[in-house]
């Protein structure tokens, strides 16, 4: 059984900030390294960051300085901060274990939440 929750998005003016948390179900969380990703419309999903089960990050060069992920292992939970936010940031954001979690032999991935950038 598998089950990631994404949450906190919503309509945001460029420059503002959000916070998302991903309530990931599951007993090995604190050993698991967990990323954020994103996708617009048009566009692939691509990587955002990563946190690992020693909370080492990393980042995608285009939210570097900006992004800031998390994890609170006692709740399952992942967040990305997301200040300075810009336009192209725009997209449907989802969280995931690394190597992605499985499900009936394809990627899982939650419903994902939408983060929307604009004046």
């Known amino acids: 059984q598998v089950q990631l929750v994404e949450s906190g998005g919503g309509l945001v003016q460029p420059g503002g900030s959000l916070r998302l948390s991903c309530a990931a179900s599951g007993t090995m969380f604190s050993a698991k390294t967990m990323a954020w990703y994103r996708q617009a419309p048009g566009k692939q999903r691509e990587l955002v960051a990563l946190i690992t089960s020693v909370r080492s990050a990393n980042y995608a060069d285009s939210v570097k300085g900006r992004f800031t992920i998390s994890r609170d292992n006692n709740e399952n939970t992942v967040y990305l901060q997301m200040n300075s936010l810009k336009p192209e940031d725009t997209a449907a954001y989802y969280c995931?274990?690394?190597?992605?979690?499985?499900?009936?032999?394809?990627?899982?991935w939650g419903k994902g939440t939408l983060v929307t950038v604009s004046s």
């Open positions: 995931n274990a690394v190597p992605r979690l499985q499900m009936g032999g394809m990627d899982y």
